[in-house]
């Protein structure tokens, strides 16, 4: 028995519906396609530009991101776009902590090498446990380099064989297509919508992403670049999340790690979410990662469908604070 | 003609703990056996997952000079578009309206994307005091032979797999790329 998969997507025409009844097609073709999305359901999970405006380049950076990974302890590729042709050391971590001072922090991958001609490379991929908190990506190279966009997304190697904690169950040949006449049973009708949907709403797609180096060296004038003074309030640029399809409303999670070196700030961030409708979330900046959601339902049609994001940082006269990451994923209400 | 185009679901709120073949109740004390629709809307699931645009990022950032940006985009789309935002000192008195360049297009021709506001200087929130946002979507016209720099969807590859485009720009402090366009028929694929 083997948990077959297509090279891609099979997508079959509607004439290779009419058919005898009990044959094994079209049913396999759908089943081998429940594991093949498994495989190649490959969205964003996080997705993003450093804030930092590196003109001079840097030796060196470092992003702590809140992250929301696979239940089922999935491989991710980490892709990095950079300048060309540079020599770089790229080391990715893991942490179930939420507390940033003194989380630990497990190595899950690291490489040394070039850029390359196009400055974009893939790492990995590394497995990501389903525990983990948050991520910690360090970049060093002996020349400079200008970190230009990060981008996370699931990459599994093989369908398993158990059910997943996701709600994924794989077809294996052995239920149906290499047993002569076997009946059509329900449940692989409904593991192709089942076990794909659950495949959609574990793999969490990045909505909106703002983060920056956590460790500026000074060097070429670098400092934070989401640094907040304690009487200071900020707006910073409206973004746009656009949700294909996404009629219905839905709901925002959003994780923030905001390091003060006074008090918590509470409330220091004010997530103001527009679409058909408006909800608003409000996290502190404590040190740790902060989570918070609310629902709102995306504005326009089809394809087009958004949420504006607006983002409030204040110190509130409390204390100053640097933001190192906020991000946000649509889930189910 | 056979022709299978992609569908748009709201798949958020299904809930994957329900069967595709609904429990009987009563009078109905059995299952009705599998039909044809039974097994299309079976095969359907699968294809909608594979084939359902992602999510396009609100991505912050100071991009001050020309920046790639990577973006996940599923199979089956076309053209994307691109929402940004860009701050800046207000420049009215100079009458100076600002816009992005956009590369990555299959046809090597890049998008400009001209702002309505009067905003001069790229200008970091947490730099200044006031700032202006100037805000624009690329234009949903699919041009098969652009003119240089003419506001247009951007055209991409289109395949099967999902796949990492990267489209590089200059001068913003928001962008989303997004799906604004699909192949109509997926057999075509």
Same mark, same amino acid.
Request: with cysteine; glycine share 8%; hydrophobic share 40%.
């Given at each position: =028995?083997?948990?077959? %998969? &297509? ?41 993003? /530009? ?10 060196? %950076? ?19 776009? !950079? ?70 997304? &699931? ?58 180096? !956590? ?13 907040? +003074? ?5 707006? =910073?640029?409206?973004?746009? =999340? ?92 | ?178 799906? +604004? ?7 075509? /694929?």
């Amino acid at each position: =028995m083997s948990r077959p %998969a &297509p090279a891609s997507i099979t997508v079959a025409k509607p004439s290779d519906f009419i058919l005898p009844e009990f044959a094994v097609e079209p049913l396999v073709v759908a089943l081998e396609n429940v594991n093949a999305v498994y495989l190649y359901h490959q969205p964003a999970m996080i997705q993003g /530009l450093p804030a930092d405006e590196y003109s001079g380049g840097t030796e060196g %950076a470092t992003y702590l991101l809140p992250v929301i990974p696979s239940v089922d302890g999935l491989p991710y590729t980490f892709e990095l776009a !950079t300048t060309a042709a540079t020599t770089i050391t790229r080391t990715y971590y893991e942490s179930s902590d939420a507390t940033i001072s003194g989380a630990t922090y497990s190595s899950i991958g690291t490489v040394t090498g070039s850029s390359g001609a196009s400055g974009i490379v893939s790492d990995g991929p590394y497995t990501i446990a389903a525990a983990t908190r948050h991520i910690k990506i360090v970049f060093s190279t002996a020349a400079t380099m200008y970190p230009e966009a990060i981008c996370i997304y &699931p990459t599994p190697a093989a369908s398993v064989p158990a059910p997943t904690d996701a709600g994924f169950i794989a077809y294996d040949d052995g239920l149906y297509d290499t047993a002569t006449g076997a009946p059509i049973h329900k449940e692989l009708l409904d593991r192709c919508r089942k076990s794909t949907l659950a495949v959609w709403h574990d793999r969490k797609q990045c909505g909106y992403s703002l983060f920056c180096n !956590t460790d500026p060296d000074g060097d070429e004038g670098e400092t934070h670049k989401i640094s907040i +003074g304690s009487g200071d309030s900020i707006t =910073m640029p409206i973004a746009r =999340m656009r949700l294909p399809g996404y009629a219905a409303s839905a709901r925002m999670t959003a994780k923030a790690i905001g390091i003060t070196a006074g008090a918590t700030v509470t409330d220091g961030i004010t997530i103001t979410l527009k679409g058909k409708d408006s909800a608003v979330i409000q996290l502190d900046a404590s040190g740790a990662v902060e989570s918070g959601s609310a629902s709102v339902t995306p504005d326009s049609d089809d394809l087009a469908r958004f949420v504006d994001v607006s983002l409030v940082l204040s110190g509130e006269s409390i204390a100053a604070f640097e933001l190192h990451s906020l991000i946000i994923w649509p889930e189910a209400a | 003609m056979d022709k299978r185009p992609p569908t748009l679901p709201d798949l958020l709120p299904q809930d994957a703990s329900l069967p595709l073949v609904q429990i009987p109740t009563f009078p109905q004390p059995w299952t009705q056996p599998a039909t044809i629709d039974l097994l299309r809307s079976a095969d359907d699931w699968p294809l909608k997952v594979a084939f359902a645009p992602y999510v396009g990022t609100a991505m912050v950032a100071d991009t001050v000079g020309d920046r790639k940006v990577l973006a996940r985009v599923s199979g089956s789309v076309t053209y994307l578009r691109a929402d940004l935002t860009k701050c800046g000192n207000n420049s009215a008195s100079q009458n100076w309206r600002n816009f992005v360049n956009l590369t990555g297009d299959a046809d090597g021709i890049a998008v400009k994307l001209w702002f309505n506001d009067y905003i001069f200087k790229t200008a970091w929130p947490t730099s200044y005091s006031t700032v202006l946002a100037g805000r624009g979507t690329t234009n949903g016209a699919i041009i098969a032979s652009p003119a240089a720099n003419q506001d247009r969807q951007i055209e991409i590859t289109a395949g099967k797999a999902a796949q990492t485009e990267a489209i590089t720009v200059n001068h913003n402090h928001a962008i989303t790329i997004w799906a +604004g366009n699909r192949v109509g028929d997926l057999l075509t /694929l």
